[in-house]
């Protein structure tokens, strides 16, 4: 990946799930301000419903560890959420489409970064489509028996023929 002055660049993506050739690059872009986040996003409305692509990276990632990046897949953009560089006052900016139910968070196990959004800056996401958890209940209504401790990782999920 190249990056450029403006804090963005280009992922290259060989090929979509199924197999076939991608035409183009999605851009990859660092927010350390809200500013650079889509208005959209920012201010949800029921006039303009998103369905986004979320995850969070951290140091030990819980409720006492730290928020480093809140990554935000559009369909035509990712935004890497710079959460050392821009503070609590980006993430705080972000508060409200994180619990907003105008926005669908798509996002794989999303325990820990809820604890952390939850504990570090009073964020309760709303909204939240769990992928290790909708694969875990496909799995049980398909008669598979789970125990406890079970589950599937997101590059497992992804591995999945069934799934993509």
């Known amino acids: 990946m190249a ?3 403006s804090n963005q660049a280009h992922g290259p993506f060989p090929s979509d799930p199924g197999g076939k050739p991608l035409d183009h690059e999605v851009p990859i872009r660092v927010v350390t301000e809200p500013s ?4 959209e996003f920012l201010n949800p409305s029921a006039a303009k419903q998103l369905i986004i692509g979320f995850d ?4 030990n990632l819980c409720r006492h560890g730290a928020l480093c990046i809140m990554q935000l897949a559009f369909p035509d953009a990712i935004y890497l959420v710079d959460a050392i560089k821009g503070g609590e ?3 705080e900016a972000c508060k409200p489409a994180l619990e907003s139910s105008y926005i669908t968070k798509v996002i794989h196990d999303c325990k820990r970064d809820s604890e952390a959004l939850y504990f570090q800056f009073g964020i309760r996401l709303h909204n939240v489509v769990d992928t290790q958890i909708a694969y875990s209940l496909i799995e049980e209504q398909e008669g598979r028996i789970r125990l406890p ?7 497992g999920l992804l591995a999945d023929p069934r799934y993509c």
């Open 3 to 5: 990056s450029s002055s």
């Open 36 to 39: 650079q986040l889509p208005v």
């Open 56 to 59: 969070c990276e951290g140091v």
């Open 89 to 91: 006052s980006l993430i």
């Open 149 to 155: 401790g079970d589950y599937i990782s997101f590059v």
